[in-house]
């Protein structure tokens, strides 16, 4: 059986026979697949489609719980079905923190203000949460990352392989950042903590957590990093200070475990960036060239600016600094970010 005819008739289960129509309402980077479920009354419902021989449900379905238990807001399942790869839950809407902030007319420093400082506060509650279940987000896995920017930017995006010596340059300060990482606090890391997955729906609770089935116990500066240094939006650099200061004042007060030094803390924020970056540099290539999503194509030069500063500002970043310049050599950047 097809496997839209599959969702059909499981959802005409749930709903007891009732009429409905099934309208796409989003895919993200994996293979999971979201409908709208709309019935005759005008209800509305979302479905998550994730084929089994694909994704697994079950972290989805335990991180949403233990998010839930510790008074985050996600979403409502109303039917499962593991074996099958669905999932009936409430409907969020189609706003997300990444709408609003890109609206028309466009939100006042204000809103915009307001809108970080909701997510924010989610974020901290969220880092309170026990996270000794959870896999570690290991030294093994943050090399893993960092090697998709040689091999899908470098090499299959530009054409621009290393050679055996460059390979082994960058190989070093690799180990270097992953160090840093490893060597900071470790708590609940949500592992996408960013502006597309956040709801702001129109009646209800709000931001509402989504996307979370990657969590990890890891970096606490990870998902700090991850919202105020998105792939998608750019927000001035004094704004974002601002925004991270605030984040390390409410962690602390709260016994987030952040460093007590924010200079220290900047530092993590900073490394944990150089990490994230490349590792989304190779993704976005890896998802145009192997899967054929190539519109994150046009978010690679957002990430290089987020990179290029920071390789700037510390020494020990000179090899993956000199690697860039060569990538980009009509595109050298020089100046500072927080």
Same mark, same amino acid.
């Given at each position: 059986?097809?496997?839209?005819?599959?969702?059909? =008739?499981?959802?005409?289960?749930?709903?007891?026979?009732?009429?409905?129509?099934?309208?796409?309402?989003?895919?993200?980077?994996?293979?999971?697949?979201?409908?709208?479920?709309?019935?005759?009354?005008?209800? !509305?419902?979302?479905?998550?489609?994730?084929?089994?021989?694909?994704?697994?449900?079950?972290?989805?379905?335990?991180?949403?719980?233990?998010?839930?238990?510790?008074?985050?807001?996600?979403?409502?399942?109303?039917? =499962?079905?593991?074996?099958?790869?669905?999932?009936?839950?409430?409907?969020?809407?189609?706003?997300?923190?990444?709408?609003?902030?890109?609206? +028309?007319?466009?939100? !006042? @420093?204000? +809103?915009?203000?307001?809108?970080?400082?909701?997510?924010?506060?989610?974020?901290?509650?969220?880092?309170?949460?026990?996270? *000794?279940?959870?896999?570690?987000? *290991?030294?093994?896995?943050?090399?893993?990352?960092? #090697?998709?920017?040689?091999?899908?930017?470098?090499? %299959?995006?530009?054409?621009?392989?290393?050679?055996?010596?460059?390979?082994?340059?960058?190989?070093?300060?690799?180990?270097?950042?992953?160090?840093?990482?490893?060597?900071?606090?470790?708590?609940?890391?949500?592992?996408?903590?960013?502006?597309?997955?956040?709801?702001? @729906?129109?009646?209800?609770?709000?931001?509402?957590?989504?996307?979370?089935?990657?969590?990890?116990?890891?970096?606490?500066?990870?998902?700090?990093?991850?919202?105020?240094?998105?792939?998608?939006?750019?927000? =001035? =650099? +004094?704004?974002?200070?601002?925004?991270?200061?605030?984040?390390?004042?409410?962690?602390?007060?709260?016994?987030?475990?952040? @460093? /007590?030094?924010?200079?220290?803390?900047?530092?993590?924020?900073?490394?944990?960036?150089?990490?994230?970056?490349?590792?989304?540099?190779?993704?976005?290539?890896?998802?145009?060239? #192997?899967?054929?999503?190539?519109?994150?194509?046009? +978010?690679?030069? %957002?990430?290089?600016?987020?990179?290029?500063?920071?390789?700037?500002?510390?020494?020990?970043?000179?090899?993956?600094?000199?690697?860039? /310049?060569?990538?980009?050599?009509? /595109?050298?950047?020089?100046?500072?970010?927080?």
């Amino acid at each position: 059986m097809p496997r839209t005819a599959q969702l059909s =008739e499981w959802l005409r289960q749930q709903l007891d026979g009732r009429p409905f129509e099934l309208a796409a309402a989003s895919a993200d980077a994996s293979f999971r697949r979201y409908f709208r479920v709309r019935e005759a009354d005008g209800r !509305s419902l979302v479905v998550m489609d994730a084929a089994p021989e694909h994704e697994d449900c079950r972290p989805w379905l335990a991180i949403r719980q233990q998010l839930a238990d510790g008074g985050l807001y996600v979403p409502q399942v109303l039917a =499962e079905d593991v074996a099958q790869g669905f999932i009936l839950m409430n409907d969020l809407g189609d706003v997300t923190l990444k709408h609003a902030l890109l609206a +028309e007319p466009a939100p !006042s @420093p204000g +809103e915009v203000h307001s809108l970080y400082i909701d997510a924010i506060g989610a974020l901290i509650a969220m880092q309170r949460l026990d996270a *000794s279940a959870l896999p570690p987000y *290991s030294h093994e896995l943050l090399m893993r990352e960092m #090697r998709l920017f040689p091999d899908w930017y470098l090499d %299959r995006h530009l054409g621009k392989p290393l050679d055996e010596a460059t390979r082994a340059r960058l190989e070093a300060v690799f180990e270097t950042i992953a160090a840093d990482n490893l060597a900071q606090a470790q708590v609940f890391v949500h592992r996408d903590f960013q502006i597309r997955n956040l709801m702001l @729906p129109a009646q209800g609770p709000r931001p509402v957590l989504i996307d979370f089935q990657d969590a990890v116990r890891g970096p606490v500066s990870y998902d700090i990093l991850s919202l105020l240094k998105d792939a998608f939006v750019s927000q =001035e =650099e +004094e704004f974002l200070l601002d925004l991270l200061i605030r984040y390390w004042d409410g962690a602390r007060r709260v016994g987030v475990p952040v @460093p /007590e030094d924010f200079a220290l803390f900047q530092r993590q924020f900073d490394f944990m960036g150089v990490q994230r970056h490349l590792k989304v540099l190779g993704i976005f290539a890896r998802l145009a060239y #192997r899967d054929g999503k190539t519109g994150y194509l046009g +978010e690679l030069p %957002r990430m290089l600016g987020w990179l290029w500063p920071v390789c700037r500002r510390y020494a020990v970043l000179a090899p993956l600094l000199a690697i860039l /310049e060569n990538a980009h050599p009509d /595109e050298v950047q020089h100046g500072f970010t927080f």
